[in-house]
């Protein structure tokens, strides 16, 4: 199964709004589009999860177009306390996995 | 917290050694993983069990052994592992293999 795809790192100031992009080209009609944050040493930690259009909580924003082929996290005014790893794992789908690339690594700036 | 607890936090253990992980999971949970990230790599799916039932077993070496007693806990048991075996090794849980999981804090292993 082919990973989804997503910026390596970004760099941003304190106080910025940060919009990461992932790419779901294979993404199956079942799936919903679930983002997490992972601290070095620490489990990821679940952020926010949308099947289309925009879902907001209180810690981030997520935008999926019509197509549901990308999705973009949105995090108002971020904090050093955001610098992380973002996940968009590809699935569950029916085969129970969770298949993680890389992440993006956001490094948040004072 | 995310309801999802690990023990021990760290692990040093040697190539002869036997040991186990303990996970428990307190959301009621029917699911339950076990990853594997080593540095600088993604998270490997290891092992599920939806039910206490062993659903999938992702080619990992017999070495790693997983015993799911309940749906609350989830254990893996460690026998003669190797050097490149140290990683740190995460639980999961979920309402069923198909939903949102949940991740503990992990195991930080180091096998000398």
């Known amino acids: 199964l082919a990973k989804t795809t997503q910026p390596i790192s970004m760099d941003s100031y304190e106080g910025q709004e940060v919009n990461i992009t992932c790419s779901h080209n294979?993404?199956?009609?079942?799936?919903?589009i679930t983002w997490y944050q992972q601290f070095p040493s620490q489990g990821p930690r679940f952020i926010i999860q949308?099947?289309?259009t925009k879902v907001t909580n209180e810690v981030a924003s997520l935008f999926i177009p019509a197509d549901r082929k990308s999705s973009t996290l949105s995090l108002p005014r971020v904090s050093l306390s955001d610098t992380a790893v973002y996940y968009c794992p590809r699935g569950p789908s029916g085969t129970y996995k969770y298949i993680f690339g890389t992440g993006t690594r956001l490094k948040v700036l004072a | 917290e995310t309801g999802v607890t690990q023990t021990p936090r760290h692990l040093v253990m040697g190539m002869t050694n036997k040991k186990s992980l303990k996970c428990e999971q307190h959301?009621?949970?029917?699911?339950m993983y076990w990853y594997k990230q080593s540095a600088k790599k993604p998270l490997e799916l290891m092992f599920v069990y939806s039910l206490e039932e062993r659903v999938e077993n992702n080619s990992v070496p017999s070495r790693f052994s997983p015993e799911c007693p309940n749906s609350s806990h989830l254990f893996l048991h460690l026998h003669t592992l190797q050097p490149e075996d140290s990683a740190l090794y995460l639980c999961a849980s979920s309402q069923d293999p198909r939903d949102t999981q949940y991740f503990g804090p992990g195991t930080r292993l180091t096998v000398l």
């Open positions: 949308g099947y289309k």
């Open positions: 294979n993404i199956a009609t079942n799936d919903y």
């Open positions: 959301l009621g949970h029917n699911a």
